[in-house]
């Protein structure tokens, strides 16, 4: 299973080592669609790479009694890129909280450092109705919201379950040291550098001191980015604001709760959740790839799941990790085109399209490519 002598530098022309993770649910059928993609590039394309599959969340638990099973970390350390499915399912939820299919993602996060979370909110302009706001609100709606992903409350210590005053008492910690959030802080930053050199820093420094340290830092990150404009806001009012005036916003950044639920927010504003991609970026530009939506398992198998986010998180993966901007514009056209036909998956149908299933979809993009 493992990749060997793989070198890290990105240079054009070399082989691509990528590792596919389908994992569960609907995870396998969304990927089966993103992998007939990578295979035109291959074929058609002059994209030299190789893929290798390895189980993780619930279906590494099934194959080696884990979720993040030993051989899928060797391979995903070896490799250049990462594109993963989802994971969870309910036939899970009885397992021991250290072997539930979450846990293999948060140790996939943890194990390569993957701190940097990109999760843009884009509208296409094909599918403003499939919005819940109207379409004057979210017309041209282009946000990338940069969310820390190996701090904070998911992974803070100390955590349990305990006993207190003869009840049973949970607690979590939300921490974060000074140079984990300077470090998203410059991720935010240099991305905005590259759009409209906006960022808004979401917290909750009213009320906790975690959010006091992190606003403090992102002021003295600032000082080194004088072009770009930082602004603050509450995380209740950025909520709001995402469904009153979401175009306000060019990068926000904020820690990993927070973004955890904001971006789902701002997934909705697009017509679909299941319509965003996302990156996930260690320090040097390795990441891992996949759609922001779940494993769905109340749909799996039913090829019914829309495939365009684990597509377009293609994209992302050949943009930000394969030094392959051309084609990963050329897979966003091909998305565009597919919308322009008027193809639809169930979740964002509307009246006078046309309802396709997975593959369908997936074959759709692959004859616009």
Request: aromatic fraction near 6%; proline fraction near 5%.
């Amino acid at each position: 299973m493992l990749i060997k002598d793989i070198s890290f530098n990105k240079v054009k022309n070399m082989t691509h080592n990528i590792a596919i993770l389908p994992g569960d649910g609907i995870g396998p059928e969304i990927i089966a669609e993103a992998v007939k993609v990578i295979e035109f590039l291959r074929q058609h394309a002059g994209f030299d790479a190789t893929m290798t599959t390895a189980p993780v969340g619930g279906a590494g638990y099934d194959a080696a009694g884990k979720p993040l099973p030993d051989d899928t970390l060797s391979l995903v350390k070896a490799c250049d890129a990462i594109l993963l499915g989802a994971v969870g399912g309910p036939q899970y939820e009885a397992l021991p909280r250290e072997m539930r299919p979450e846990r293999g993602l948060l140790g996939l996060r943890s194990e390569l450092a993957l701190f940097s979370n990109l999760r843009p909110a884009i509208l296409y302009p094909q599918l403003a109705d499939a919005s819940s706001l109207k379409p004057e609100i979210v017309a041209g709606l282009d946000i990338m919201i940069v969310r820390e992903l190996t701090g904070g409350i998911y992974f803070g210590q100390p955590r349990e379950i305990t006993e207190k005053d003869g009840e049973r008492y949970a607690y979590n910690t939300a921490g974060y040291k000074e140079s984990e959030i300077e470090r998203i802080g410059r991720s935010a930053f240099d991305i905005a550098m590259k759009r409209d050199k906006r960022v808004c820093s979401v917290d909750k420094a009213n009320v906790l001191e975690v959010s006091e340290l992190w606003r403090e830092v992102m002021e003295n990150v600032a000082k080194d980015y004088p072009e770009v404009e930082l602004s603050h806001m509450y995380v209740d009012n950025a909520a709001m604001q995402l469904v009153k005036w979401p175009k306000q916003f060019d990068v926000m950044v904020t820690s990993n709760l927070f973004g955890d639920v904001l971006s789902d927010c701002a997934a909705m504003l697009t017509g679909s959740i299941g319509m965003l991609p996302s990156a996930s970026l260690d320090a040097n530009g390795k990441g891992m790839y996949e759609p922001i939506h779940g494993s769905a398992p109340d749909i799996a198998g039913m090829g019914v799941a829309n495939p365009l986010a684990t597509i377009l998180s293609v994209a992302m993966m050949l943009r930000y990790s394969l030094n392959e901007e051309a084609l990963a514009q050329r897979i966003e056209a091909a998305v565009g085109k597919v919308l322009d036909q008027g193809l639809r998956t169930a979740d964002i149908m509307s009246d006078g399209c046309t309802e396709v299933n997975t593959m369908a979809m997936g074959d759709a993009v692959v004859a616009a490519l």
